[in-house]
């Protein structure tokens, strides 16, 4: 992965972060039977960075319902990018919650396992390459409620493996839980969006 691409995402995430603590702020999504294959909303907006306009292309929150995690945890995912950059695109997936206790541990691994291939991300000072990909976990306890946020940026190689996985089972801390065929699909289309974007 080319190092422009991942530190332009980087000084991104005060963009990621606010709109991770305004999904945080939802109420928790009303759980129900999915009955279309295209149950997920992708959105497009630009932002500017710098002076420069960047197009940000973002699933809308999705939930994950498993009753061994307690309540329903968030799930989102975006890229962005440049059109004056031949930097190739790598993409967040992120995960949140908000409940009456905080979930997600503040200094942790997470691990993809998709279709057996084991994927650890760090949560670590970034390397100089950041071919590992990079966890960033955010916390705001308070009485009887706690937001959470936890983004993890990765190369589009291995954004793309996860995406095309038929199973992908998740874990970080004491939570596990396993990505269905919605929350795959959603990975797709922005894999697909990704692909069209860079000849």
């Known amino acids: 992965m080319q190092n422009g691409a991942l530190l332009f995402l980087i000084g991104l995430i005060g963009v990621v972060s606010l709109a991770c603590n305004s999904l945080a702020q939802k109420p928790e999504p ?22 420069e306009v960047v197009t940000i292309i973002s699933l809308e929150r999705m ?9 329903p945890i968030g799930f989102s995912s975006m890229f962005a990018y440049d059109e004056k950059s031949r930097a190739e695109p790598a993409a967040y997936i992120s995960f949140y919650s908000s409940g009456s206790k905080c979930r997600f541990p503040s200094n942790s691994e997470l691990i993809f396992v998709a279709d057996g291939r084991v994927i650890h991300i760090a949560n670590e000072p970034a390397t100089a390459n950041l071919m590992a990909g990079k966890l960033i976990s955010l916390s705001e306890p308070g009485v009887g409620k706690c937001k959470e946020s936890l983004d993890i940026l990765l190369a589009k190689s291995v954004y793309f493996s996860i995406a095309n996985a038929e199973i992908v089972d998740v874990q970080f801390g004491e939570l596990k839980f396993r990505l269905n065929e919605n929350h795959l699909n959603a990975l797709r289309e922005l894999t697909r969006r990704m692909t069209a974007l860079k000849p």
Not at 30 to 51: C, H, R, Y
Not at 63 to 71: F, K, L, R
């Open 30 to 51: 009303a759980v129900s039977p999915l009955s279309s294959q295209e149950a997920f909303k992708i959105i497009s907006k630009n932002e500017s960075k710098d002076g």
């Open 63 to 71: 939930a994950i319902v498993d009753p061994d995690v307690g309540g």
